[in-house]
């Protein structure tokens, strides 16, 4: 395991709390009006405690950032078969869409109702990376390749496809388990 990875557990506790405490701020009010201070109080620190973790509120946004694109990351890497595609989707996406779901207070603050574009900017490049390593595995037998499809634009039409079903699915609170929406990005974007 990394050092990085090894960290003090009041470290985690402190990050935890910073993170909570930013959620419900941004549940009240837009992301220009929140401060320090009020993330610090939030989560009943004092502001250098704050300063010990991040240089402020864009270092906590990029922070945040990679540890999500680091807890995806994990999903992927322990989810089973990643090439495998089955009738009710793929295990990689059913496994992300089941995080998301477990954690989608703040999914759907961060991508639906406050849209902050380093998470979706990050979440788009993770898929398209993902659809990338699919398309390279398929090579010719591809369906892009066979539709005479530019590859790089059926990544960009693929991703954001995903990600706007995926804000509208959190926005209206999830009314398809990951499962079904699974199976149904699976029908709807044939190349993933």
């Known amino acids: 395991m990394e050092k990085s990875k090894r960290l003090d557990p009041r470290v985690l506790r402190t990050r935890r709390l910073l993170r909570d405490a930013f959620v419900e701020c941004l549940e009240e009010m837009d992301l220009e009006k929140i401060t320090v201070n009020r993330i610090a109080e939030r989560a009943t620190i004092n502001r250098v405690t704050f300063y010990l973790h991040y240089r402020d509120i864009p270092d906590m946004l990029e922070k945040m950032a990679d540890e999500m694109m680091a807890e995806m990351k994990q999903i992927l890497k322990s989810s089973p ?16 869409l089941e995080h998301m779901a477990e954690h989608a207070k703040f ?48 990544l960009w039409y693929g991703a954001s496809a995903i990600i706007g079903t995926i804000v509208s699915w959190l926005r209206n609170d999830m009314p398809y388990t990951p499962l079904f929406l699974s199976k149904q990005l699976s029908l709807l974007i044939p190349f993933r």
């Open 81 to 96: 078969k990643r090439e495998s595609h089955t009738e009710d989707g793929t295990p990689v996406m059913i496994d992300l």
């Open 107 to 154: 999914y759907k603050l961060i991508l639906g109702t406050k849209r902050i574009p380093i998470f979706a900017e990050r979440l788009m490049m993770l898929l398209a990376e993902l659809m990338n390593e699919k398309l390279e595995r398929e090579g010719s037998d591809s369906f892009i390749v066979k539709a005479g499809i530019q590859k790089d634009i059926a």
